[in-house]
């Protein structure tokens, strides 16, 4: 299973991107992370600049998307809401086929930031018809370098706990395609977003 693991953070030392690193690095057999931290470099999203006019970073991140049986992301609170960097790549892909019918979960590297999980998970709810609510994994690494974090995460308790996360990840994501009104879904023509943004 290959899993696009996104970090919602443009910092070099985020924890959050150090957690999806130690999660990739621990992965069970059969589960692949990649591994995306650079939502920065990609353009303010525009509806004019869709289509053909698509730039070119936008398309490399959708074909990331595309390629890839499900999501995790793992983002910081900014001012109590989501980052404008993650905010804009899902602004990309709502008017899009990529994201539909693909499993999306929550991990999250602080004991604060409710808030901001409030409206991301209300905003993935909307982006995809299978984001996987309950599935949640919160470890507080607030403070901590990508060393330290990696350390801590490696200690057994911790290291269980993800090796679940994941496992259970990939055991919802057998279901979802198992499930045969997805895979018509799946093959169909994309539909039209207009729901989802409006212009």
Known sequence: MKILAISGS??????NTALLYTMKNIAPDGVQLHIVHNLNA??????????????VVVREFLDEVLVSDGIIISSPEYVRTIPGGLKNAIDWMVSRFEIVGKPIALVHASHRGDDMLASLRLVLSTVSSHFLESLFLRIPLIGKSPQEVQELLSQPEHKSQITTFLNNFLTAHKIIVSEPDIAVERDAPPKSAAPRCSP
């Open 10 to 15: 443009a910092r070099a030392a985020s924890t």
């Open 42 to 55: 990609l353009p303010v999203f525009s509806p004019d600049t869709e289509g053909e006019r698509t730039p």
